[in-house]
Structure formats: structure tokens, C-alpha cells
């Protein structure tokens, strides 16, 4: 069997994260989303494997390149919908095959649910339905699909994940998948709806801390780096290859630091948290519930919660995120998200900086001063 794997998107409502990657590469728990997707296909003995890529496609497919799994690249070269994506892998399909966002993360049970059947999708229930095509079951076949309605009338939404055949293709006459598999309902096809086990979407970039909270607790316990003698580490904690860890630093699991970190001495890193590569902590930080991406610095006395970093941001000492709800439009969508903040990649704070339920541009500065961030701020802005 053949998955085809759409990975093509910005991601736009995650912005600024995928300024400078496309969604399907934002790392969460240290690893890109789209990684999870392969993993899954590949426990499931799926191994013919098609990506579409469109948005930093040079991107893609140099990571691509570097897995184990040979992977058949393919290019949406404008990005104008999901069905027009799969209509780009076309020639390469050779008969049923499944169908899946590589912006997702989905595990290899829910896979192994529909890989054999005809016609058939994951299905799964979400708090905020609205932001999904919502579906409707009769007797476990799917009846409608309702494409992002102001009011639900259900919590059941599609996860995207479709097992077709190349029957499917005659169905596509716009650019949606959705508008698609309306069109087989209408003309008698029948779609089974199966509930998938574990589904995870990020509608929003602090949708990435939940995301990140439930891949970190799959991870198993491992220490490669060093960490001194009156360091306490407890519960499943992976620390990288040429990682240090300080004198009375405390790390509480489920936490992934990544390779080359210096953390401390005398910090604290709670549950739910993952470091990239290279990131350094100075002495007397406190964090917790946060996604750090590569080449981070985060300077002294710092307290970091429920926080987004991109990558290379450099936080001086006694910065401070702090965790509130207020209402932002995003993509023309009114929400109302409590985390601490979420900064793009390159983001410089002075000392005591507080980040209070913000999102912060790429290559922002803000100047030293006790500056308290609460309101959104474009990219490549000086906050004096």
C-alpha cells in the first residue's frame, strides 16, 4: 500500500513559527511533526511513501533526504488547497492508498484501523470542532461533512486521515479535499467514519504546548550528557549527547533536553518540557509546560512557562512569562488562548522582560528597561 503525505501548507495560523519552516517541520518533543506521521506508516509496514511539498520545499526535502525510509518528493509548486495537492501525486499512485496531513500527529493504531479498508477516514471528537470539517455518522458511515461551521452540531471532525482508492481522483473538481469526499457522498459512495485512537493537531501555536505534553510522555528515560552528583532527576527525562547538567539542578519528567545544552546549576525544569539542541540555562531558572527550539539562551533568574521559543531566541536574566487570557484574532478568527507567550525565532529581551500572553515576531528586540509585552508584535519590531 501507498500513503501520500500533503505537506505542502504554511501553516498561517501558526505564525510566526513557520516564518521560516513550514508547520510540518515545527520540533515538538525534539522531533518534526511530520517524523511522527512517517514512524507511524512505517510501523504499520507502509514504506512506499509520497510527500507533497510546496512552501520551503528545499526545506522538506532536505530533511526528507536524510531519513532511512526512502521517500518519493513531489511538488505543489502554488499552494492552492489539499485536493490540488493530491491531484499533484497523481501519476505516482498505483492503487489504494491513504491519505494524511503531515502537520498532524497521529499513532500507528489508528493507522492500522482503516490501512485495509476502501474508502474510509479518521474521525475523532475535538472541544473546538469549528475549527474543522465536522462530521455527521449515521451507523458508523459518514452522512455530511460541514467545513468549519460558526455553530457545530457536533464534536466530531475529521482528522484529514483517508484510506482511498484511485477512484477517488474523478470526485476532485475543486481544490478541497472536503469539497471532494462531499461529491462521493452525494453520488452513493460510502465513507466509514472510524475513531481514531490518538490525534493531535495545532490549530494555533500554543496548541503546540498540548501537542508537545503528550509526545513527551511516550519517551523513555536516557542520559548521554553529564550531569553532577547533587543533581535530582526524577521520572522519564532524555538528556542529550554533550549536554551538562549543574550542581543542585532539579529536572522532574516527562522532559527531552537535546544535544550540547548547558543547564545551570541551580534551576529547575518541571513536566512537559522539551529543550532542542544547544540550548543554553543559566543558573537559578525555573521552567515548565514549555517547547524550546535550538540555539536558545535563557538568561538567570529566569521564569519561563507555557511558553513557545523559536529558535536562536536569547532571553537576558530575570525574564518572565506569565500566563493570562486574552482575546486574539487570528486569521480573521476571534479565540480567547490562556498561555505565557510565544516568541519567533531570533527574539532578543533585555533584562526583566515580562512576556505576558503575547506572540512576539521573528527578530524582535525589546531593550532593557522592565518591559512588560502583553499585545502582539510583528516581526523585525524594536520594543524601546
Known sequence: MQAVILAAG??????????????????????????????????????????????????????????????????QDKQLGTAHALKCAESKIRGDFLLLPGDNYIDAGSIAQIKDMRNAMLVKEHPSPSNFGVVMLKEGNVNHIIEKPEKSPSFMVSTGIFSLTPGFFPYIRGNDITDAVTCMLEEGTTIRGVVAGDWQDAIYPWDLLRMNARLLSQISASRHGTSSRNTIITGAVHIGKGTTIGPNTVISGPVIIGDDCEIGPNCCIMPDTSLGSRVKVEPFCYMGNSLIMNDCSIGSHSHILDAVLGEGCILSDHTTTCTSASLMEIEGVITKPAFGAILGDGVQAGAFTTFKNCIVGNNTTVEDGNRVISSSVPDDSLVI
Open 10 to 75: 504554511e501553516g498561517r495560523r501558526v505564525r510566526p513559527l513557520t516564518h521560516s519552516r513550514p508547520k510540518a517541520l515545527i520540533p515538538v518533543a525534539n522531533r518534526p511533526i511530520i517524523e511522527y506521521v512517517i514512524d507511524a506508516l512505517i510501523q504499520n509496514g507502509i514504506r512506499d511513501i509520497i510527500v507533497v511539498v510546496g512552501y520551503r520545499k528545499e526545506q522538506v526535502t532536505r530533511y526528507l533526504n536524510q531519513l532511512d525510509v526512502p521517500v518519493t518528493v513531489v511538488v
